[in-house]
């Protein structure tokens, strides 16, 4: 989602979860539009900001037709500041705010993507990949770039303790049994959700509860399988 103006210079790259209170807004993005330069604010996980901070940016994204717009004591000059918000929850997000937004939707990761993500990063740390490992590795993330970095650097940990430099079947066999690393990224308990919900057809979360005999609140993480 993205308001854009003509001119990026300085780059200021921060969680939604940090933007939970409006002291935290001042702070992080309306102190610096007021320094005179351009500025691109790139919020990740936009859908963690805080009510109050989302209901003040959907103020603040409505510039006048001079381009400007105040909150407080602070005026905005929408010639030099550029928002750029990114979720991949963009349901979460408050519509109206997503309305106020001009709204790209990148292609997902493709396996070679995933794969490459891996090789490189091992690679840098000299460490080799037979294709067919990584053709492999790539089907064992969740689908997104931090999945496939974590996974290479589970690789690159497992390889140091080994002190070798080639991974092969072998040693991925090694590391999935050691790391319980199933397909799609799936954890052992994710995959018992899902061998619960193909043996009962459906079920509830006090359900689920019961049979892995885990809190509800973790529990509550396995609602999207439901």
């Known amino acids: ?8 210079k300085h780059v200021h790259i921060m969680n939604g979860s940090e933007l939970k ?27 963690g900001m805080g009510k109050a901070v989302s209901q003040i940016m959907l103020t603040l994204l409505r ?19 550029t928002f750029i918000l990114t979720t991949t929850d963009p349901q979460l997000l408050d519509q109206p705010l997503k309305d106020r937004l001009k709204t790209f939707v990148l292609d997902a ?12 990063e091992a690679k840098n740390k000299g460490i080799l990949i037979t294709s067919s490992v990584l053709d ?21 940990n ?3 303790m080994k002190e070798g430099f080639m991974f092969s079947q072998d040693e991925l066999e090694e590391l ?14 994710e995959v018992k959700v899902l061998e619960i919900l193909e043996e009962l057809g459906e079920t509830t979360l006090s359900q689920i509860v019961s049979i892995i005999g885990c809190e509800t609140g973790v529990a509550r993480d396995y609602e999207r399988h439901l």
Request: net charge negative; aromatic share 12%; glycine share 6%.
């Open 1 to 8: 989602f993205m308001q854009k103006n003509r001119h990026e």
């Open 21 to 47: 209170t409006l002291d935290q807004l001042e702070n992080k993005i309306l102190l610096y539009t007021q320094s005179g330069t351009c500025n691109t604010f790139i919020i990740d996980e936009a859908h």
């Open 63 to 81: 510039p006048n037709s001079g381009g400007f717009n105040s909150y407080k004591n602070y005026t905005i000059s929408f010639k030099q500041q």
């Open 109 to 120: 990761y493709s396996k070679e993507n995933l794969g490459e993500i891996i090789y490189q």
């Open 136 to 156: 492999q590795l790539a089907n064992k993330t969740r689908g997104n770039g931090r999945s496939a970095f974590d996974l290479a650097t589970d690789v690159i």
């Open 158 to 160: 497992f390889m140091d």
């Open 176 to 189: 999935a049994e050691i790391n319980e690393i199933k397909e799609y990224g799936l954890t052992r308990a």
